[in-house]
């Protein structure tokens, strides 16, 4: 973002001549406290949403291997071809379990044709490339037609596959946008008498993140890039547990060749009866070495969360029995190894075979999701038993259910630290006004035990998991207050992550979202921002702050954090007023000599209901101007509802 000068500013955030009344935010630059972890400010990544299948996976079409309990889901044949085609789903027995299901076309009269509609559509962008591909066998002389379609019937990106296998064979084609259209469709047409079997009918955009073939959507990787993320917390969230343990997360089965991972009903298919997503499952082409890879790409810690014997506790609850959990254990241990282990151990050999030798350096690893309840913790006890033994190296985190402050909560917290659990993670979803009563709470944390891991947190407009839920100003502005207060006891709150991630517009199951795409274009919402503000102004040290001269308003609802940076020499200072009206700061930087001009970011609207839309992408979003104070003491005024991120250069 370009800058001006703070001078040719000042009206517009108000810079102040020091004879309004104002509150004291004291900071004492020279005695710089706690470290602040590297990985502070992360992303928790669940498949929720359409936030892989849909979403991340770069995958456009919805079925591809015929694999859908409903076969032919997302499948149809052309009004105009009813006649002329016939299209079967049938079984080869002898297949792969990850493939046994293929797609019979044949053309009884006349030329043949199926369509496949996408994920809510197919977004087509003109002059990009699209790489097709399809596992294909025919007896007849026949060739096939790929073709993009727009919803008016234009054909607008075209391919054709003569000279087709007799055994089964992949065969590839490219394609190239010739219009601009988020709903596209994808046709393919038999041409000739006869028939052909299909399967695993695939087709990417050739601008991928880092171009990789079947890799990840470039722009919702960007996104993330952009975030700056110290982790990346995957794959879920719920549907690492599963409705049922047989539908849990297994991370061995997305390993290795796309065709060949088994396909599972994606826990959030059916889960909320406002929003059903019948088409939801996972393909699991976003699996676990792309996990790693896409920490690695974005320079974030990888966190994964494992299965620990349990199904979601909001679904059947099933359990493993105690007796039975060896093999889930197994599972954590043989992660540990994927991740770290040599190239000559038998999983990190798996690892180096998909291209990847050097380690992935995990440290962090999660013991079930968001579980409760003496079960849990008898499992995690469990679990904790053997990693601490065989992999002291890696920190473990430990769940305390739904809430951050019910009767599970408050079970599980000293049961967990009885455990040595080196990470709680805590989750919380409520109203605005909750995050900001609460900014206080980590002040009071006992310093001897867990750490703390925000690992689920969003502001709810109206009420958690309603469909009515909105990413407003004033709930990113009450994450921002919460924040100062995580960032001023970074001590014990180690890592943080707003959940969930992303949504798709067209087939989403909560809101509210971090980051909400269509399938041509990302939304950062305002609680995106807030969140990057934080990530890309950490810091290394927590700076002691003091509030004073507080008008009652204030008392309530202003809140400051302030770190130093170790590389910059800077000093970054966060304020929150959310009064809802008009504040002015005497900062007091103690113990500087001297200051640098630096810059003021400010995030404010006078609306608490204003959300960024795909229509108005910037009704709240960050506005960064360079900043010269004239001594170490100096007036900030603090518009009405607004987050401000100061960073200026000291010596002490
Ligand atoms: O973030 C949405 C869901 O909320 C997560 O899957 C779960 O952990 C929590 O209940």
Not at 345 to 363: C, E, V
Not at 445 to 455: A, L, S, T
Not at 562 to 570: F, K, N, V
């Amino acid at each position: 973002m370009k800058t001006q000068r703070f001078v040719a500013a000042s009206a517009l955030f108000g810079a102040t001549l020091l004879s309004l009344p104002a509150a004291t935010v004291t900071i004492s630059a020279d005695k710089p406290g706690a470290q602040v972890n590297p990985a502070m400010w992360g992303l928790f990544f669940e498949d929720i949403n359409f936030g892989a299948d849909g979403g991340l996976y770069a995958e456009l079409v919805k079925n591809r291997s015929f694999e859908f309990p409903q076969s032919l889901m997302g499948w149809s044949v052309p009004g105009d071809r009813a006649g002329t085609t016939r299209a079967a789903v049938e079984t080869d027995a002898s297949a792969s379990v990850g493939g046994r299901h293929f797609l019979r076309l044949e053309a009884a009269g006349s030329t043949a044709a199926i369509e496949n509609e996408g994920f809510r559509g197919i977004g087509v962008v003109a002059g990009d490339t699209y790489d097709f591909s399809v596992s294909i066998r025919t007896s007849s002389p026949v060739a096939l037609r790929v073709e993009l379609v727009a919803p008016s019937g234009a054909v607008i990106g075209t391919a054709r596959l003569a000279q087709l296998p007799k055994q089964w064979a992949k065969q590839t084609a490219s394609l190239v946008g010739t219009l601009t259209e988020p709903r596209a469709h994808l046709r393919l047409t038999l041409e000739g008498q006869g028939s052909a079997d299909l399967d695993h009918v695939s087709l990417f955009p050739r601008k991928t993140w880092k171009h990789r073939p079947g890799g990840l959507r470039a722009d919702m990787v960007q996104a993330l890039d952009d975030f700056g993320p110290g982790f990346l917390r995957f794959p879920g969230g719920c549907i690492v547990e599963g409705a049922k343990l047989d539908l849990r997360y297994e991370w061995k089965k997305t390993l290795g060749p796309v065709d060949d991972r088994p396909l599972l009903l994606n826990r959030w298919n059916v889960e909320f009866k406002h929003r059903p997503t019948p088409d939801y499952f996972q393909s699991f082409g976003l699996g676990f070495f792309e996990y790693f890879q896409l920490c690695e790409d974005i320079g974030a810690e990888p966190l994964p969360i494992l299965n620990c014997g349990m199904a979601c506790q909001f679904n059947s609850g099933e359990l493993a029995p105690l007796d039975k959990l060896e093999p889930y254990i197994q599972d954590a241990l043989d992660l540990i190894e994927f991740a770290n282990g040599p190239v000559t151990s038998t999983w990190g050999a798996k690892r180096a075979a998909l291209g990847h030798p050097a380690p992935f350096d995990m440290k962090l690893l999660g013991v079930g999701n968001e579980q409760w309840g003496p079960q849990y913790i008898e499992r995690f006890a469990r679990f904790a038993e053997v990693l601490k033994a065989k992999h002291p190296e890696i920190a473990l985190v430990g769940a305390s259910g739904p809430s951050p402050d019910d009767e599970r909560f408050k079970f599980l917290w000293p049961k967990l630290r009885e455990l040595r659990a080196d990470i709680v993670d805590e989750h919380c979803y409520a109203k605005p006004e909750w995050f900001l009563d609460n900014a206080h709470r980590y002040d009071t944390y006992d310093r001897n035990g867990p750490k703390v891991f925000m690992g689920e947190y969003a502001a709810q407009s109206q009420a958690t998991a309603t469909p009515d839920n909105r990413n407003t100003w004033l709930c990113a502005l009450s994450e921002a207050a919460y924040m100062t207060g995580m960032e001023r006891n970074a001590d014990v709150v180690r890592m943080a992550s707003y959940a969930p991630l992303f949504s798709n517009v067209d087939a989403w199951q909560w809101t509210p979202d971090l980051i909400w795409v269509d399938n041509l274009r990302v939304l950062k919402t305002t609680n995106y921002h807030v969140q990057r503000l934080f990530a890309r102004n950490r810091g290394d040290r927590v700076l002691p702050v003091k509030l004073g001269d507080l008008t009652p308003d204030e008392e309530k609802r202003l809140y400051a954090s302030s770190t130093y940076d170790e590389g910059s020499g800077e000093v970054i200072v966060k304020l929150v007023n959310a009064t809802g009206k008009k504040s002015t700061a005497t900062v007091d930087l103690s113990g500087v000599r001297q200051i640098y001009p630096g810059t003021i970011t400010v995030m404010q609207s006078n609306n608490p209901d204003a959300a960024n839309t795909f229509d108005a992408p910037n009704s709240v979003v960050p506005q960064t101007l360079s900043f010269s104070p004239a001594s170490q003491k100096f007036d900030v005024t603090l518009p009405a509802d607004s987050f401000t991120v100061l960073r200026l250069g000291v010596s002490r």
